[in-house]
């Protein structure tokens, strides 16, 4: 009996294979779970590894489909969290370089 339970149940996901199916960076998945969007589990106490289990992470995203949210967006490819695109580092550069040109 105690085998068949074990048998229903998926392992859990480390942040980084949970950030991996959805397409994001990991930093996203800590986001979501830090601001209690996305339910995850500490193993080992207070500063122990989290988890998520799949099947929160598969309710999760049917959830965020039902409120006609987007899936997330893959990385590079969105906007940052103050809601401007990212600018590339060559860009930055040209904009430091101390155009006295006005």
Known sequence: MLMAAMTDRMPLLRIRDAA????????SVYRWVNAGQLRAYR?????GPLRIDPRELERWLAQRSSQGRPPPTPPGQGATSTGRKSVGTSARRQNQGGDTHA
């Open 43 to 47: 193993l080992g106490g207070e500063h």
């Open 20 to 27: 991996k199916r959805l397409n994001v960076t990991p930093l």
